[in-house]
């Protein structure tokens, strides 16, 4: 990855790993939401892992995907896998 993804970057694409809804967000720091509050299942979790890969050659164990539960978090496991 040659440039560090951002978090509206991360949320396009669990959006689209979602099936492209959009949900309503509350007015605060989308790193603060959690996924479930987001309405992000494992399935889009798994497919964002894919595409991570595919788009942005960050190879992210399932394992670890599952584990996250803010955005935030999910960023920063981007960027530390990102980094290896």
Excluded at 67 to 75: A, I, M, N, P, W
């Amino acid at each position: 990855m040659t440039t560090a993804m951002t978090i509206h970057e991360l949320h396009e694409i669990l959006i689209a790993c979602a099936g492209g809804d959009r949900p309503e967000l509350p007015d605060h720091d989308l790193a603060d939401l959690t996924l479930d509050e987001l309405g992000y299942d494992s399935l889009a979790l798994i497919e964002t892992v894919a595409r991570l890969k595919v788009q942005w050659g960050v190879d992210i164990p399932e394992g670890e995907i599952l584990e996250v539960s803010t955005l935030g978090d999910l960023l920063g496991l981007v960027h530390r896998t990102a980094a290896v």
